[in-house]
């Protein structure tokens, strides 16, 4: 069951002055940084709220480290701007293959590793009217094994 929105992905084409963007002028602030090399992502989380299932919400700001990455080609053809959305869930394979027996394109044979030890998966946004859709299991709150 899809529980929150765990994030709103934000590709940038300069993580730091993104993050500056929205640390002054909101006050929110950085809780995680890293680089995701399978994704070809560097990325910062800021926190916004917690949520009623034991998790958060962020915004996931993102700035490609490879000229090949997903978010590098979005960003070459739309500029800067919301590039997806994420909804959070205790099982993200159970969900996956929910979906896809709905007949929605799922991106991923097997979830992969997202934020913060995440395992994520996503959606085709020509599936979802639009929206590059993502799945999210958390580690720190969902997956103790971690
Ligand atoms: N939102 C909405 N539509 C999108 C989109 C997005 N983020 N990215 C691509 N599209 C649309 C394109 O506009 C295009 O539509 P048209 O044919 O009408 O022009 C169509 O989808 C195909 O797009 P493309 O530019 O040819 O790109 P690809 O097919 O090569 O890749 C996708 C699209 C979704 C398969 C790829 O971006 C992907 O695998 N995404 C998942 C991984 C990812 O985004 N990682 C970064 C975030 C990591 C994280 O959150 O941790
Ligand atoms: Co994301």
New binding site residues.
Partial sequence: MLTRIDHI?IACFDLEKTVEFYTSTYGFSVFHTEI?EE?G?R?AMLKINDTGDGGASYL?L?EPVRED???A??LA?NGEGV??I?FGTADVDGDAEAVRDKGVRV?YDEPRR??MGSR?T?L???DCH???T?LVTSAAVESPEH
Avoid: C, D, M, R
């Fill in positions: 992905g995701n994704q992502v990325e996931q993102l990455s997903a978010v080609k979005w053809k590039h997806h994420a991106l997202g934020s994520i996503f085709h946004p020509k639009g929206v590059l993502e």
